[in-house]
């Protein structure tokens, strides 16, 4: 991270299938803040929301267990790079600490991957009668009968309708799974 030209080898060049299931979501936390910064400073400016997506990503960068990563690092070099914009002064002091010896501002604007964005598994809200009894994670490419079964084979709802015919399963794809008895 010394080189003023390169601060950190791309992770583009690292598989999706190759990172575990904390740093996908982290490496997702950052493209979603690249894709939303972006079009906050585009155009109609919405400086609000664009912080309010730096502190996301620096609390997904907080959280992030492995601080060795190749994707903590690309994390912590993208959200200095859309710092830069509102607070260009500690943006570049920061990057300078990082070993970079080139301005921050002379530095490429992040690529987003939409490879990133794209969630595998979803956490599915299972309801009784309208009320929340559980959750369960299911793939996100599931269709509605396949969330449905996974639904009804959970022990959520096991425990929840045992002896109770089901007369009605109301599926809202990829949020939940309602079962009326």
């Known amino acids: 991270m010394t080189n ?7 992770t583009k060049s690292i598989a999706q299938s190759e990172l575990s299931k904390p740093e996908k979501e982290l490496r997702r936390a ?37 601080k060795g990563s190749p994707v903590y690092t690309e994390g912590i070099v993208t959200l200095l790079k859309l710092l830069a914009p509102l607070a260009p002064h500690i943006a570049e002091e920061l990057w300078q600490k990082l070993g970079n010896h080139q301005s921050i501002h002379h530095q490429p604007w992040p690529q987003l991957d939409e490879a990133a964005l794209v969630v595998e598994e979803i956490t599915l809200v299972i ?18 009968q396949e969330l449905e079964q996974s639904a009804r084979e959970s022990e959520v709802a096991q425990r929840y309708l045992e002896g109770k015919p089901i007369k009605k399963a109301i599926v809202v794809p990829n949020k939940l799974v309602n079962f009326v008895v």
């Open 127 to 144: 309801q009784v009668m309208g009320k929340t009894r559980g959750t369960i994670q299911v793939p996100a490419n599931l269709d509605k």
């Open 30 to 66: 950052i493209h979603i803040a690249i894709k939303e910064v972006t079009e906050d400073l585009s155009g109609d400016y919405q400086f609000n929301t664009a912080v309010s997506e730096l502190m996301k990503l620096s609390n997904a960068l907080s959280d992030f267990p492995v």
């Open 4 to 10: 003023g030209n390169s601060p950190t080898k791309s």
